[in-house]
């Protein structure tokens, strides 16, 4: 897009003042290069988040900002239920709190090397992905209102995983306020066989190598070194949440004249937070986050499994789990006071800086992890949270590469077998059910995930702290 | 896909990080019908396809553009409780109510190497209507 368009701030923040029915300015966080290769439709979507009631500050986009569904992925906001605010279900996205989950292995390298191909047949054996896989739990209603109730904590109890894990998970792996009486039978239908699957398009399990570190200190309070393998997981809340998002899209694009509110694109259809439609999406959305938690806590589990076949007696510990879309009541200073506000992050990784009281007691010195997948065989990154990202953008990061290329574009480019094997040249080992979905998600079909992280970097939304590089690639 | 614009066919439009589907047709319901193979053809080659099972759909919605969106999360959520995938539809509308048979087959991961789930029907770039030429045209971005 054109950066005349905007008033520079700083290096790194471009600002769209106010116009027409905009209630605040629309923020984007990039550098000039990042900002001109974004679609305009970046800043139309913006630019019409910022016309919602409610809305506080500004509408902010993160470094990946690309062109989503009403709000742009990458988007940012938070609405005050006292004034008007809404909560949107296009802001928070189908796919409820899809977000990334990093395990430490303790192993090195070294050790993993002449078992990497064992190590990759194991997990992709054990882990089911793609399109029409199924999990091994069935849920039946009594299980299924516990997992939507209890999250990971639910996962816990059915004894996926260990009672440490959850103090590592946003939330402390259970969502408050889940009100699962409105989740409708046919997002629960689509559930009931989906526990424990990762899913497809850019869903994936990845063994990494730590490959470098950027800052010694925080690295080794999150327990990274150089040469470290870590496994990470990335991946939603399955068929329940899409069909939470479907079910709410449609109700609040037919509700928005009852409650007097203009939509600038039907996609950005919302309520007021304080409205029977508004809470019942809350309820019902908060649900979605505990099944995204229970997901990845039962995914844990399995690849705990699959590893202990080869490593018996490694332990995998959790760095972090965290949601990249949500809605979550948050306290912020908004002109010195303190306020209650519905933070919308769709695609946008909630970053707490030093000494935030929710942070677990081993980080809270240090700031949050915030971890940013990156592209199949590309590198992802560990960063964390800083206190002026409170500031910046209600202590919010990016949450990965963003398309640079559309899927159509990507198959037409690439061959998935040629991928693979040219990734497999690399040393970087794909295990995947789908040739074409490995197309689609060509490492070069993304933005340099790098470029994208060094500016949430520069302008301290988050602080870089470890790049990973790719070893096994378990893909959706 | 078919250029030939008084044919039935459908394509898929760009999108920057999901996919456009659309159909275009002389009649409504055969625009509807045609985005659907085009909603197929994100998943997998329809025509590897077979239409060996039959799931019937009804619904209904205030206008035509709400109608269009509803048919295919209805396809999408039948896809997925159901593990199928169809090959080919035949819709029926009558003021703005639909009632169609879908005819697919059950997903083989093997033989159809389904490349990604949709998750749903998004309202963006959602259109229907009747272009200058008198076909009709039925679109909108689904999210995968």
């Given amino acids: 897009m054109d950066t005349s368009q905007f008033i520079q701030r700083d290096e790194t923040c471009w600002e769209i003042q106010p116009k027409g029915a905009m209630r605040v300015p629309a923020i984007i966080y990039a550098d000039a290069q990042l900002l001109q290769d974004m679609d305009q439709k970046v800043y139309e979507q913006l630019t019409n988040v910022a016309t919602l009631p409610g809305i506080v500050e500004a509408a902010y986009a993160m470094p990946d900002a690309n062109w989503g569904y009403g709000f742009p992925i990458g988007g940012v906001a938070a609405f005050d239920p006292d004034q008007g605010g809404v909560v949107s279900a296009g802001g928070v996205g189908f796919d409820i709190s899809c977000g990334v989950r990093t395990l430490l292995t303790g192993l090195n390298i070294a050790e993993l090397q002449p078992h990497k191909q064992a190590l990759a047949d194991a997990l992709y054996r054990k882990v089911p992905a793609g399109v029409g896989s199924k999990g091994k739990i069935h849920l039946n209603h009594k299980a299924m209102h516990g997992m939507l109730t209890g999250g990971a904590q639910w996962a816990l109890d059915q004894g996926y995983g260990e009672p440490q894990d959850l103090e590592r998970i946003e939330e402390h792996g259970c969502m408050a306020g889940a009100e699962p009486h409105y989740v409708t039978p046919r997002a629960r239908e689509r559930q009931k066989d989906e526990m424990g699957t990762l899913g497809s398009g850019n869903h994936y399990l990845e063994v990494q190598r730590v490959a470098e570190i950027f800052d010694q200190n925080v690295a080794k309070t999150f327990g990274l070194r150089v040469d470290d393998v870590v496994i990470s997981i990335h991946c939603g809340s399955r068929g329940l949440g899409h069909q939470i998002g479907t079910e709410f899209l449609k109700e609040m694009v037919m509700s928005a004249a009852q409650y007097q509110i203009v939509l600038p694109d039907r996609e950005l259809a919302c309520a007021p937070l304080n409205s029977p439609l508004g809470k019942h999406y809350l309820g019902a959305m908060r649900a979605g986050i505990n099944c995204a938690l229970a997901n990845r806590q039962i995914i844990t589990h399995l690849t705990r499994q699959a590893v202990a076949t080869l490593f018996p007696n490694i332990h995998l510990g959790l760095l972090y789990d965290v949601s990249h879309n949500t809605c979550k009541l948050e306290q912020h200073m908004i002109d010195g006071q303190r306020k209650s506000l519905f933070v919308h992050r769709k695609g946008a990784t909630r970053a707490f800086g030093p000494g935030h009281p929710d942070l677990p007691t081993v980080y809270k010195e240090v700031g949050q992890p915030v971890l940013i997948g990156g592209s199949m065989g590309t590198s992802s990154y560990v960063l964390c949270g800083t206190k002026e990202s409170e500031q910046r953008a209600f202590s919010s990061a990016c949450h990965g590469a963003g398309r640079a290329m559309s899927r159509t574009q990507a198959s037409k480019q690439w061959q998935g077998r040629t991928l693979v094997d040219k990734l497999a040249a690399q040393g970087i080992i794909i295990r995947s059910p789908s040739m074409r979905g490995v197309a689609e998600e060509a490492p070069l079909a993304y933005k340099d995930v790098g470029a994208v992280v060094d500016i949430a970097d520069r302008a301290g939304l988050a602080r870089k702290v470890a790049r990973l590089e790719p070893v096994i690639c378990i893909k959706g | ?144």
């Fill in chain 2, 1 to 144: 896909m078919n250029s030939e614009p008084t044919t039935p066919h459908w394509e898929h439009f760009e999108h920057q990080a999901d996919i456009g589907i659309r159909g275009i047709a002389p009649t409504l319901e055969q625009a509807f019908e045609q985005a659907a193979v085009a909603m197929t053809a994100v998943v997998t080659d329809p025509d590897l396809l077979t239409a060996s099972k039959v799931v019937s759909i009804h619904c209904e919605a205030p206008d035509t553009e709400l109608l269009f969106v509803n048919w295919i999360n209805e396809l999408i959520y039948q896809m997925s409780v159901h593990g199928l995938l169809f090959k080919r539809y035949q819709v029926f509308i009558k003021n703005d109510t639909l009632s169609a048979t879908a005819f697919g087959v059950a997903v083989d991961r093997q033989k159809h190497q389904p490349a990604v789930e949709i998750k749903g029907a998004t309202f963006t770039e959602l259109r229907v209507y009747q272009q200058a030429d008198g076909t009709w045209l039925a679109q909108c971005v689904v999210d995968v």
